[in-house]
């Protein structure tokens, strides 16, 4: 079994990339795979609708969009899917939209590719604006007919600066039962 995260943040090495890596730990003991993507900072192109992804079905974006496109071969080929960002004006970063868009249009137009996957987002917050942020990634996940797993709260933790996640405990135990619940659902989904 695999999951891929994606980190819309463009600090690399910042407060979503400290949750994602949260989350990878308890994976990792649990003998699934993972595999980060850094996707904030990075030239990515919103969809147009332009269609040529249904029409070609290709599995493909068709503006350029290389990066988006390596993405969603990676959404396609991972049992599980985690979305990583910081609030940004109370909702998702633009290339974690951008990733939303393309890659919704293109799944479920070429035969809904993520049905059935386990998806979740983690959210890094200063201060306001977690709980949209949180739905705009929930939304994308039960559009695509994908299971969502619960936690003890909703995925997010808070911090200005980086590290600052680390010192929200209650945060960072909710990012880790969320992986230990993404996990158990993987395993009884592969079991079946």
Known sequence: MKVVAFNGSPRRNGNTSILIEETFKIFQSEGIETEVVQLGNKPVHGCTACGKCREIQDRKCHIKNDLLNICIEKMIEADGIILGTPVYFADVSTEIKALIDVAGYVTRGNGHLLKRKVGAGVISVRRGGALPTFDTMNRFFLI????????????????KNQGDVLQDEEGINTIRTLAENMSWLMKKLQAD
């Open 144 to 159: 695509n007919q994908m299971i969502v797993p619960g936690s003890s709260y909703w995925n997010f933790a808070f911090g």
